[in-house]
């Protein structure tokens, strides 16, 4: 595709329900990046995926949360049983090769709200 | 990583130009410089990238000094669609590397 794409753009869970959020990177991108974006809070890294290296999950902040990914393609975050402070917009990335010296592109987001 | 630091925050009349400024005093020799802009309700969005001297293009220019310790971003004649969080990022190498965001610049152009 032309960019990321994240879906759904927006979701709505009751509290201890499980969520899936899908981003679709650009193809030929190997890195593929996770972070959470709470409101008015800067990116908050959550996993970090290099072709078909052990992902980086330094990140997550759970075991409520976890993340795969096919090859150099699509990309799914779980997040298990929602509290109410998982709500926020969850964003992917994805770059040629994960290098410093290399554009991330980011997606549109997922905004999750737990009620 | 090396850690940058940036004011939260900047105000600015429509027309001027504007410099933001980033410190990080322990960015290595590898190290490249990157800064991204994020409007509300979007994801990031590469501005500029550089590794020492000075960077320009259709958007904006970088100005790093001879010890790289630290850098400006300057925006010429800002308008109201440039109202953004401005995030500057230090970093090098492949593999498990990670864009680290800080909290970023908020930056409100006012007409």
């Known amino acids: 595709g032309a960019g990321v794409s994240q879906s759904p753009s927006n979701k709505v869970t009751e509290k201890g329900k499980d969520v899936e959020l899908r981003c679709d990177p650009i193809s030929g991108h190997t890195a593929l990046y996770w972070y959470r974006q709470r409101l008015g809070q800067g990116l908050e890294f959550l996993i970090y995926f290099q072709g078909n290296s052990a992902p980086d999950k330094s990140g997550l902040p759970s075991d409520r949360f976890s993340a795969e990914r096919t090859g150099e393609s699509v990309s799914t975050l779980t997040i298990q049983r929602t509290q109410q402070e998982d709500s926020a917009v969850y964003l992917c990335a994805s770059s040629l090769r994960g290098l410093a010296n290399t554009e991330a592109f980011f997606g549109q987001g997922t905004r999750l709200t737990v009620v | 990583l090396a850690k940058t630091t940036q004011p939260i925050s900047m105000d600015s009349y429509e027309g001027q130009e504007v410099n933001i400024t980033c410190s990080h005093n322990?960015?290595?020799?590898?190290?490249?410089i990157t800064w991204y802009q994020q409007f509300p309700s979007q994801g990031p969005r590469f501005i500029i990238q550089g590794y020492k001297t000075k960077v320009t293009n259709e958007v904006a220019s970088l100005f790093i000094p001879a010890d790289r310790k630290s850098s400006t971003l300057s925006l010429p004649r800002v308008s109201l669609s440039d109202t953004a969080v401005y995030y500057c990022?230090?970093?090098?190498?492949?593999?498990?590397?990670?864009?680290?965001f800080g909290k970023g610049t908020k930056l409100s152009v006012i007409p």
């Open positions: 322990n960015i290595a020799t590898n190290d490249y």
């Open positions: 990022l230090v970093g090098s190498g492949a593999g498990s590397y990670q864009l680290t």
